[in-house]
């Protein structure tokens, strides 16, 4: 047998001495705490070395018309009071109590049991009742609070009394307590004979160490195993750790992060993106517009080249969208709707030769929410800028970073974005689902996004949700759980996978 904990050898003998006992009087008894001695119960408990009895008793205590009645008398008692002091007439006796129906239920007990009988308008007393069993029970309540079941129905008087007051309503109430009686198993005082006999140290104080006697005894060897409590600590949202691990993989291929606000001028969101001013995507359903307009959001120059790459195409050798454009509109203040509204206006501020850098941020879509979609959510995005890059890099970018984050198969298809050409889609094989995923959209950015911006490299772009690759990682299926906040679901996720 494995040497038992000093706690279970303390609950052993006490039940030794005790016998059968609840864990309030085995706390007392072994002068333990609370919760030491349930840790110990469940510890023997496991190993068979006693039996837990769950005994019920179904107690009676007072109720708020108890209360009263044990300060004031019973309503009857109250009536009969008032006849001795020579009160008689009905109307005068209604009047002394709380109501129309107090009255009429103490008049009713009293005529019924011949305490009283009505003479013309006047109540006359026949004989006065001695002690009630509801009052003895009401008056033993008042001392001792509670009354178990065995013990009222053991006394005839004080079972009448608990029955008529039950049906009184507020008199009395009923409450079932559990009782746990803990007893040693036939193995449990084995058990405790050997404990009994046994001598092995529990703990290892600086005396025994310098007195040399830990040498001459066994100690008690410490069960890792053993069943503790849970500990929840304070951790960070599994998106968020996602997040900070999308940022080490860009940043260990030589990304730079960069930020933007939530709030962008539709310039930045679209028209600096070559995307028309009466495209579907602009529209007031699928896209939060705020109130307000942009002030000195660009300069000058570049507001008159983006527009003149609308109106005609400008020098890019595009003809453009054949349109006037209108500032108005671009000036309108939206919720981001992607996070390439950021990485244009890096290009444009800093117009680099070379770059490389990335952002992570939320978006915002007027959209249904769904266990796919929600009306808020991340995208990660980047764009790297240098003379000799080709689509090809960008496709080698994008399966690096899939394969850092544990996706291997990744496959790339043509597609359409107004601001990129050749424009691609990319997606990835997610084993455990069984089925390809659609991740970042991407492309080389057109002539009429770059060169309005004076940026003659070319850049290459990409961006996507991010929440699938959360749900991927964690198997979740429902989007909207990632931010349900189930305390459940946030414990459990792992640290690490
Ligand atoms: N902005 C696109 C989206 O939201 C993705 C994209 C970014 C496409 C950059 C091409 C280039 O889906």
Redesign the pocket.
Known sequence: MRPLHSLEKRVLKTLGQVGEVDLEGLGQASKLSEDQVRRAVEWLQGKGFIRLNVMQNNLITIGCKGLEALKEGLPERRLIQLLKEGVKELSKLKSRFKGEQEFNAALGRARKRGWVKIVGGSLELLNEPTKLPEEVVLEKLGVEQKLGEEEWVADKVLQEGVNELLNRPNYLSRRVLKRVQISLTEQGKAALKSVVEEDVLDDLTPEMLTSGIWMQKRLRPIDVEAPAPPLYAGRKHPVQLFIDEVREIFISMGFEEIEGSLIQPCFWNFDALFTPQDHPAREMQDTFYIRGEAQNYADKESIKRVSATHKDGWRTGSRGWGYEWREDEAKRLVLR????SI?VRYLAEHKPKEARVFTVGR?FRNEKVTFKNLVEFH?I?GIAVGPKLTLRDLMGLLSTFYKRLGLEKVKFWPTF?P??EP?IQSVVYYDKAGKWIEL????V?RPEVTLPFGVKSPVL????GLERLVMMKYGVDDVRELYANRLSWLRRSPLCL
């Not at 970042?440 to 492309?443: E, F, I, K, R, S």
């Not at 772009?461 to 996507?464: I, N, S, T």
């Open positions: 709707t992607h996070t390439t990485t978006v995208q995005e974005f601001y990129t424009s970042c959209g991407m492309g950015f772009a990409w961006g996507g």
